[in-house]
């Protein structure tokens, strides 16, 4: 009899354990942060879905502010290993030092979601089998927004302004070395080059932080040098910077198509007002939940996609879920508001 007391309790004792989790009410502790919170896209739009989004499921979720910072978020991370959160999502200052923040959750035997600013380390997904990624297909945003681009120079004569059959424009990039600033950049301008449509780049500037007020300094000191009648084009990685763009150009008194990335609520509303040509939709609501859905399958322990409707990008097999882009321009903005 004391045999059998003692099995049941040893099962009891296994069975709250693993419904419990490291937590004592029983509920999944997400301990997540923002690569920083003067990000226009990261901070309005991902952000608070994340929190609405893990309220609605009820679970627990720490959302802190890395300021910009990767030594901060490795103290964050390293608090968070050791309050016990079960799982981990993390959202790089520095996409290059994945390595470190995959090695302390491999450490803590702990899971991790990565999402928004891919590894980009060859291979370093591998060498945690409970690290996966939410995002996009980089490149995609960059093709739509090259694609929206050439129909609108090729529906529009008038573009060129000293009619030589060249595209001049600039660039406003976000943080080098990520892989959506980078992707961005080259394949916006690869749809004209592609289409045969020579370019010249008359300036590129990179905000680490895709910063509309640094952008719209930019844009100011370039309109200052006598380029006010010579940019035919602003291409911008993303609509924050777009909109620094469009006030420099508003206080220049110049107008020059304009297109970003996002399709935040504000790109929407300029585009419906004229100010703005096209974004790209970039759907937080879905990576936030993506991420959410995902952390909570990697606490559990069960198969990461189940009960869910994402897949894993495999053949390339990084281990990452990937929310498509969808072009905005001024025949569909309305859908997206
Ligand atoms: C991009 C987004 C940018 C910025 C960046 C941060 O996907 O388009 O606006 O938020 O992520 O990593
Ligand atoms: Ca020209």
Redesign the pocket.
């Known amino acids: 009899m004391k045999k059998v007391l003692t099995l049941v309790t040893v099962l009891l004792l296994v069975f709250t354990m693993s419904a419990c989790k490291s937590d004592d009410d029983g509920v999944i502790t997400i301990g997540a942060n923002i690569?920083t919170f003067n990000?226009?896209?990261?901070n309005g739009v991902v952000r608070p879905e994340l929190e609405r989004y893990a309220e609605e499921l009820g679970v627990e979720l720490d959302v802190v502010d890395s300021e910009g910072s990767q030594a901060t978020l490795n103290n964050q991370v390293d608090t968070f290993i050791s309050k016990g959160v079960d799982v981990l999502a993390i959202n790089l200052v520095d996409p290059a030092a994945a390595g470190t923040i995959i090695e302390k959750a491999k450490d803590a035997d702990i899971p991790l979601i990565l999402f928004?600013?891919e590894a980009t380390v060859a291979g370093v997904m591998d060498t945690y089998d409970k690290v996966w990624y939410v995002g996009?297909d980089s490149a995609e945003a960059g093709i739509i927004q090259g694609q929206m681009m050439l129909n609108d120079w090729q529906a529009n004569a008038a573009w060129d302004l000293n009619e030589d059959g060249v595209l001049q424009y600039v660039l406003l990039k976000?943080?080098p070395g990520?892989p959506?600033a980078e992707a961005r950049t080259l394949e916006s301008i690869k749809a004209f080059t592609d289409a045969g449509i020579a370019v010249e780049e008359l300036a590129i500037q990179p905000s680490t932080t895709?910063s509309t007020t640094e952008a719209g300094d930019t844009m100011a000191a370039w309109l200052s040098t006598g380029w006010a009648d010579t940019i035919e084009l602003v291409v911008c990685n993303?609509d924050?910077m777009a909109f620094g763009a469009i006030q420099a150009m508003d206080n220049a008194s110049v107008d020059i198509p304009v297109y970003g990335?996002?399709a935040l609520e504000e790109a929407l509303a300029k585009i419906g007002t004229g100010d703005m040509n096209g974004t790209v939709l970039?759907d937080g609501v879905n990576q936030a939940r993506a991420t959410i859905d995902l952390a909570i399958n990697a606490a559990n322990g069960v198969d990461i996609l189940d009960g869910t409707t994402w897949v894993i990008d495999a053949p390339t097999g990084t281990k990452a879920v990937r929310v498509s882009y969808v072009a905005v321009t001024a025949d569909n903005y309305s859908d997206f508001q």
């Open positions: 690569y990000d226009n896209f990261m928004n600013k996009t976000g943080e990520h959506d895709w993303n924050g990335v996002d970039n």
